[in-house]
């Protein structure tokens, strides 16, 4: 019998649940937490999930600064965020629960593994007594479940040492919950067979405990009912997988060089959080995928320089503090107006900052972090999926426009998994690099390597290797044209103007920008990156309400949007919410010189419904 | 890899037509024209090679050669030589740099890409001295060294650049001076031939900010004597008559008159450029003046695996191995339907 | 006699002369612009300078890529500007002719070295026939002057080469110019004393030379009338002396460390137009400077904060491709609030761009370049002699509010020369570095170093070394007061928003905005950097022709005046002129949300008066 | 300089009350604890000492020291440590760092320190892994690596640091293991008392992304027959049973047997850690496992011309010769009176 039989009990149906896991670094709650989610999305759930990791690798045990949480909401409907706040609280240890409690709903369901809630863990966690007896829990649903006995009496008889018991009890948690909310265990039970393969022993010993997680549920008295989440109905029709941001930034560069017919370069140097590009594409190489891991960011950058220069589409990708240091070379693409995608995970500043947290603070480098005019187009994804279409459309524009493109994830978006309806690669958009490959092509005339395409103003972007067309680049201002050195005053008034009309070209095929809600009213909530998921959701309790908000999402930073201007003098007022200090409300005042409101909260964490809720609320006529 | 081909090619047909900018005497315009001769020589046409640079008067390089081209950032040439490297293996990429640009501010590419061996040919344009921006004393100059920046002397001990690619794991290192016409044409065209990082550095004059920098090894009157010639398989002699020659002393070269306290040639280091161990090439790159004839040549040839061949061969395994999917790879391992 | 003996030609009084030098790299103009320059300001003129170097360091003797130009304006009254065309223009070889004719107002003077008008020097210029003969230049009083023979000439029996004689050939030009303007040559003859003080055959041959020079002027009938510029009447009394900007900011800033009482530590790395900043430095040793000839940009700035830490006035300086290389340390300079000031000298860009040309287009880099929320106080200077000032109040309010400050030139401040009336160093405001060097000052109280002062929310500069007052500084985000890691989500909001509240803070001791004009009226022209000049020549002409306009120069770029923001609001119009493609107008916007007009000619080149009074005119009521 | 002072110190006296937050059984809490027991021995006060560090697990290490410290950014702490040194020459300054920090983004720092030979010492974490970034290969990972980043194995050839070092001039390379306390806490005291820049390479455990990466070195089991500990002076002996040693065959070191084919004590390399050529250093550098036991130990300790000593004895020159007068300096050479 598989852990997906039907429970006795009754069950209660439910819209939507927010789930959060917490214990130490090494009681695999990302594991567990990723595992839940994906089977509610099999359920057919909608979901979003927020990974939140500790900073360091492994803090000892049962210290706060050791506490991993994992939340994910699933949801009978079409859901954007990963929930404010939880209805269910599951806790390993006193660390666990002390750095959690806060985002458990009164009379929120809590799970603790009590256990673990002795006096060395307990002021570890800085607890005195017991939060599990001083009945400083009373507001919640407090369900106490010695998990690590429960797992070594399941275990009897394997032959485990205490260790690797230990090591076992996430599955009885998970089988637990999989209880509570009816979830089919199949798909866990492959993936333990399937990582256990080659230790049989251990394999066992997991499916054994996860069964009896989900037995215990079933058969003690301690839960009298369980959930059920039904299916969600107003999802897209199409197959569905679970991704990441960071994964899907990967696949949406190695689906444009596929449709471009171009290998794909990867310079980069490790960082958080951005990392996972690097392992994603290092695993890729059967599709044209050549990873370069540098000595530094400035090495990739210029790896990457040199790679489009030899005509593959070439990618770096970093955070923060990379992008400062790959801001010199930035420019070198700039002059030498290269394709090249610049992906910048944003993570937690200035200087090494919160390298673990989510924020959305170097709108404003990559916009302006070189010397001289040295205009860049700059993108956002606004969520995991949305990272896929994102990439695919800088690499595009890079590849179409010969520049060097930015895009921006964050943290948020880069850990964080949601379901992604799953692209036909047929019916992406070819793109077609279009290289000067002959020298033929040049009817006898002398070849000029900046020479523009009138409508893109594009400069050629030749095969190297091709007899006849030998010429060369560099950072020095060039002549128009020719490509020689000038520093001739009028030609370098000139260019500054021609490389800003280039990127100011690309506003022509934005499209116009979609609405949710009227295309007037009295507040429009304008965002950008991840919050939009929070804000989009805000704003549509509001319109449930009658409220006249609308809301909308730039993908483009650079160039914004033609009709964008014209839209803002629509609302009374125009609320942007960023995790910065303000940074696209400066871009919006300082390209309309409008009046704009802000709403920031910069703590590394993504911006709730609540909270965006209330500040339309604060912004909306009484 | 890139093929010579059949019609015989002439230095000028790797000269642009931009005039060349260095100032009148400069040492780089001997390198210029050597280079032409060796590439002209080599035989790969022009559209199957690249030349690039970091910044410095040196770097300027590519605006003269009639290859494909690239004048980069300050420093980062190797980095960006590397990317073009990987992307397309069937060009011989070539790298100028100066004692600046490649020991200080890019020392770290440097040395990665030699520990790396990335089939390039690097040359390093060393005069002591940073010419473009107008005389500061480099990595290179000498303790003591009076310069704008250190008017009472410089206090930076330099690194002997042979020593720091030896360090780092160089697989081809050989060295020659600007007016040596002849022993430049002869590294050169071994550089050509090397698979794998070829570091060819030059001694340089720049007769603006550093006149005579090198003159006593440079100057016909000196060369003789105070330069030797590594050719290898053959016994270390040098000296205006070939009299003198250098003798191992346990781990210690030693100057020997041949022929004095019976010393025979016999009795001479023979240069072995191919040791696997690189302990000769590192007392090789300490010979020093005036205690030493300073090495010309090739210091350093040994074949070890090339970055950027095992990377192209990774992938191309993987395409034999592991049929590219993309819509598979989209799919990932489970999905679910909706609708 | 010395060439100073009087003319008994008549002579012509005139208000203002912009005279130009030109000539091959190895002809020495830079040394005869600047020798004429100092004996005007030694006769009491105000004086402006313009130094117009080649980017090749000696191209090819004769061709255009290789002319060095050198303009001086020097004037009876308050001048502002090197001039924009000049009413002299001496020309050493055709190259420099064809590089140069167009700065010369017609009907000017135009000495050009004859001899050097042969076949091959006039085909290296682009010249087919000779412009001397081919009636080209019958717009200007052209003189033709055999300079090498008359040289060569004059040199007879000093038994020197021909190439030596050559080289002499400068002072025989410059003697000239001294009769023409009768200026006093004995401080040229002082110098060449010095200079040639080991070689007295050369030292003799300058000599008679120069004085050839001279009475040539004097006794061919070629120039019928001398002129003269009477002293200036409307300067400000006291000491001056010609000082450039590069020399300004390191003199600023060693007065700073003097008054602060402090050790100054320089890190950079050569960069062009930078370079003669650590070139000084390294001269002043007894001041108690120390100079670090970095291996890179990030060497430097991170050896400063170093310095920084061990309690020295630590100064990096660069320009602006360094400065996007320091932008990392920037940050931890930022995160750490450690005193530190980075100088940029501005340059033509993107990339490597224009490294030996003037432009204004870092100033968004240096205000936004860095990841994540990292605020810093910015800082310009509007011209050579300002730089002193603009540099000493840089370092003070470092040290003062423990910041990383911005100080910035460009290309036309740090080489361009101009009269500086000298401070008395005992009035220049004492710094008080205030060290927290005692554990006693602690009161037994346990050690914060992110305690803040009330007034200026600077933390304690501790004095490394000192027993008890052991802490440690970094990267990542701290608690407030304790310095400890933090990633606690309301912390680091609190610690965002502290770090700008500090930089904000500064505002209140800016003083109120200085106006050249009414507090109202129909145009005000606000200028930053050095634009400052040109610009309130214009506005000055204007407002002697009873035109509205009023103009206001910024030293402060972050933050802004308090006043401001009032202030702009007073006019009908506000109009910046910048050599960018409008930087401080997207500050402006975004602060004051206005409609602002800009002006923007980047060519590498400083803008003209007659430029900027068309576009005053152009925006002012017709 | 810092001098030691008569109260005695104790390890603890240089730990501060910050949670450690290494993984339990990482490698660096053994380090810790032996710079922490060194200082004390060493004696001079915590307050008259800095610990700068880059970015990586190890570079936490200043937190944990009760000394001034700097948590920097990744690479830089040779850079901003030198400052602080130049500045503050009468603290002494240590530096943090690991394999990543120290040889790859920080590489070009690292090469200029050894080359100017900064009076600092630097404690080179190497566990051939980055751990902060959980788990890619580092520039001494070896070829052929699986790692996050490498699936296929890396293709990186990777530096030997000592090697590397010896490159850039170094004047004081060591090297120990992070569980080796004893030769730990003698290259700990050397490196303090050595005026110039004193590496140590010290090898570390990850226990959790490269575990057992040392084992071969470490072990109690193959320790004694698989390193060899290096002292001035000795004949280079080891094995579990002393019955090995190293003998100089020419240029190449030779493991042999004592005793066996009538090799004796006599016959072995002696080791000389003060000869001013660095030839033998890199002839250690190069002993490699499996071929040659791994030495540890001190591999050079020489004097030379220390970088900060001779700024600030610039410094004190001028000061002492040309007497600062601030006003003389803004008059500068000619001035002229208006008004
Ligand atoms: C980021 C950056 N920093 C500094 C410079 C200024 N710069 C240009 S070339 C150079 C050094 C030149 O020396 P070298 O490499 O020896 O070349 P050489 O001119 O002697 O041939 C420097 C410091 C620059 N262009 N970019
Ligand atoms: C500019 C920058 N790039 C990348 C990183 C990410 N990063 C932090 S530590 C590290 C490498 C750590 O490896 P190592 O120096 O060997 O230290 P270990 O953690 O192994 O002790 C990297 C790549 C960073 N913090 N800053
Ligand atoms: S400055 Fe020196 S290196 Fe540069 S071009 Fe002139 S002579 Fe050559
Ligand atoms: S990841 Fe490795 S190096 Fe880092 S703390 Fe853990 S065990 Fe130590
Ligand atoms: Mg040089
Ligand atoms: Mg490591």
Redesign the interface.
């Known amino acids: 019998m598989t852990a997906s039989a039907t429970s006795a009990k009754p069950r209660e149906v439910r819209d939507s649940v927010v789930i959060r896991f917490a214990g130490d670094s090494g009681d695999g709650i990302q594991l567990t937490g990723s595992q839940f989610s994906?089977a509610s999305?099999?359920a057919?759930n909608d979901t979003a999930t927020f990974p939140d990791f500790p900073?360091?690798?492994?803090?000892?045990?049962g210290?706060l600064?050791g506490v991993s949480g994992f939340q994910l909401h699933f949801a009978s409907r079409d859901i954007l965020t990963p929930g404010d706040r939880a209805d269910v609280l599951v806790v390993m240890n006193p660390a666990a629960l002390a750095a959690n409690l806060k985002w458990l709903k009164p009379n929120g369901i809590l799970i603790a593994n009590a256990d673990s809630f002795q006096a060395k863990n307990l002021k570890m966690a800085g607890y005195g007594e017991s939060p599990l007896e001083d009945g400083s829990l009373a507001d919640y649903q407090l369900f106490q479940i010695d998990l690590s006995r429960l797992t070594n009496d399941a275990l009897q008889g394997f032959g485990l040492s205490a260790k690797e018991v230990e090591r076992c009890k996430n599955y009885f948690a998970l089988g637990l919950v999989f209880w509570l909310f009816a979830r089919n265990g199949e798909?866990v039970e492959d993936e333990i067979r399937r990582k256990f393969a080659s230790k049989p022993v251990m394999m066992e010993a997991n499916l054994k405990v996860f069964h009896a997680g989900w037995d215990y549920g079933e058969n003690t008295e301690l839960f009298a009912l369980s959930y059920s989440v039904p299916a969600?109905r107003d999802?897209?029709?199409?197959?569905?997988?679970?991704?990441a941001g960071n994964e899907a930034t990967a696949?949406g560069l190695?689906?444009a060089a596929?449709k471009a017919g171009l290998?794909l370069?990867y310079?980069s140097?490790?960082?958080?959080p951005a990392?996972d590009i690097?392992?994603t594409f290092?695993?890729?190489?059967?599709?044209?995928?050549?990873?370069?891991?540098?000595?530094?960011?400035?090495?990739?950058i210029?790896?990457?320089?040199?790679?489009?220069?030899?005509?593959?589409l070439?990618v770096t990708g970093t955070?923060?503090?990379g992008?400062?240091?790959k801001?010199?070379?930035m420019?070198?693409a700039?002059?030498?107006e290269l394709p090249l995608v610049i992906v910048n995970v944003?993570r937690?500043?200035?200087?090494?900052?919160?390298?673990?947290?989510t924020?959305q603070?170097?709108l404003?480098?990559v916009?302006?972090?070189?010397?001289?005019?040295?205009p860049m187009p700059v993108l956002a994804a606004r969520s995991a999926g949305d990272a896929f279409d994102t990439a695919f459309e800088a690499a595009r524009v890079a590849i179409k426009y010969r520049v060097p493109v930015v895009l921006l994830t964050d943290g948020a978006i880069a850990n964080g998994a949601e379901p992604w309806?799953?692209?036909?690669?047929d019916s992406l958009p070819t793109i077609e690099p279009n290289l000067l490959d002959d020298a033929a092509k040049l009817d006898g005339g002398p070849l000029l390597p900046y020479l523009r395409d009138v409508e893109t103003l594009a400069r050629p972007w030749i095969k190297?290797?091709?007899?006849?067309?030998?010429?060369?680049?560099?950072?020095?201002?060039k002549w128009d044209k020719t490509g020689?050195?000038s520093?001739d005053?009028?030609n370098?008034?000139n260019m500054?103007?021609l490389?800003?009309a280039k990127v100011d070209a690309i506003a022509a095929e934005i499209p116009p920008m979609h609405l949710e809600g009227a295309p007037e009213g009295d507040v429009l909530v304008l965002t950008w990156g991840s919050p939009y998921g929070a804000a989009l959701t805000a704003v549509r309790e509001l319109q449930a309400q009658g409220r006249a908000v609308t809301h909308a999402n730039l993908r483009w930073l650079n160039p914004l949007p033609l009709d964008l201007g014209a839209l803002l003098l629509k609302f009374r007022t125009v609320l942007v919410p960023e995790i910065?200090?303000g940074q696209l409300?400066?871009?919006l005042?300082?390209?309309y010189?409008?009046?704009?409101q802000q709403y920031n909260?910069?703590?590394?964490?993504p911006l709730s419904v609540v909270e965006l809720r209330d500040a339309i609320l604060n912004v909306l006529p009484h | 890899m890139t093929l010579a081909t059949d019609i015989a090619l002439k230095p000028k047909d790797f000269a642009?037509d931009?005039d060349v900018r260095w100032c009148p005497g400069c040492g780089d315009y001997a390198i210029l024209a050597a280079v032409q001769r060796a590439l002209a020589k080599q035989g790969i046409?022009?559209?199957?090679i690249?030349t690039?640079a970091g910044?410095g008067c040196s770097s300027r390089f590519?605006?003269y050669?009639?290859?494909?081209?690239?004048?980069?950032?300050h420093g980062?040439a190797p980095?960006?030589?590397?990317?073009?490297?990987?992307?397309?293996p069937?060009?011989q990429v070539w790298v100028a740099t100066g004692d600046g640009d490649s020991l200080s501010i890019g020392g770290?590419?440097f040395i990665?890409l030699l520990r790396r061996n990335v089939d390039l040919k690097v040359l390093l344009f060393n005069n002591r001295i940073y010419g473009l921006t107008k005389g500061q004393y480099s990595p290179t100059s000498e303790l003591g060294k009076k310069t704008k920046s250190s008017p009472q002397g410089s206090v930076d001990n330099p690194f002997l650049p042979m020593s720091l690619a030896v360090g780092a794991e160089g697989s081809f290192l050989a060295r020659s001076i600007d007016v040596d016409a002849k022993t430049l044409a002869d590294v050169l065209a071994a550089a050509g031939a090397h698979h794998g990082t070829a570091l060819v550095e030059i001694l340089q004059n720049c007769n603006i900010f550093n006149d005579g920098a090198w003159d006593h090894l440079s100057s016909k009157e000196f060369r003789a004597d105070q330069t030797i010639l590594l050719e290898h398989g053959k016994p270390m002699i040098f000296g205006a008559n070939r009299d003198k020659g250098i003798r191992l002393n346990g781990l210690r070269p030693e100057v020997v008159k041949i022929g004095e306290n019976g010393v025979t040639e016999a009795d001479l280091w023979v240069h072995d450029a191919h040791d696997e161990d690189p302990t000769r090439a590192f007392l090789l790159s300490r010979m020093e003046y005036p205690l030493f004839p300073v090495p010309v040549g090739i210091l350093r040839s040994v074949q070890r695996p090339v970055y950027d061949a095992l990377?192209?061969a990774?992938?191309d395994?993987?395409?034999a191995?592991?049929?590219?999917n993309?819509?598979g790879?989209?799919?990932?391992?489970?999905?679910?339907?909706?609708?």
């Open positions: 994906a999305a099999l057919g900073a360091e690798i492994r803090a000892p045990t210290t600064a798909m969600a999802i897209a029709p199409g197959t569905y997988r679970s991704i696949l190695v689906a596929h290998d370069f310079g140097y490790p960082i958080t990392s690097l392992h290092a695993g890729l190489k059967e599709y044209g995928v050549r990873t370069f891991q540098a000595e530094d960011e400035i090495a990739a210029c790896a990457a320089i040199g790679a489009a220069y030899g005509n593959q070439a955070s923060g503090p992008i400062a240091l801001s010199e070379a420019g070198l700039v002059m030498t944003q937690g500043g200035p200087s090494t900052g919160l390298p673990t947290k924020e603070a170097d404003l480098q916009l302006y972090g070189r010397n001289g005019e040295s309806r799953i692209p036909d690669v190297l290797g091709t007899p006849g067309l030998e010429h060369r680049i560099g950072g020095i201002e020689h050195i520093y005053p009028q370098h008034h500054v103007k490389r800003q910065n200090n409300v400066k871009v005042r300082a390209a010189a409008l009046d704009i909260r910069i703590s590394g964490q | 642009t931009q046409p022009p559209h199957q690249a690039i910044i590519p605006y050669m009639a290859t494909y081209g690239f004048h980069t950032i980062r980095a960006v030589a590397t990317g073009l490297k990987v992307a397309r069937d060009l770290n590419h990665h990377v192209n990774q992938v395994e993987q395409k191995t592991r049929k590219a993309l819509q790879l989209l799919n990932g391992r489970s999905t679910w339907v909706v609708g």
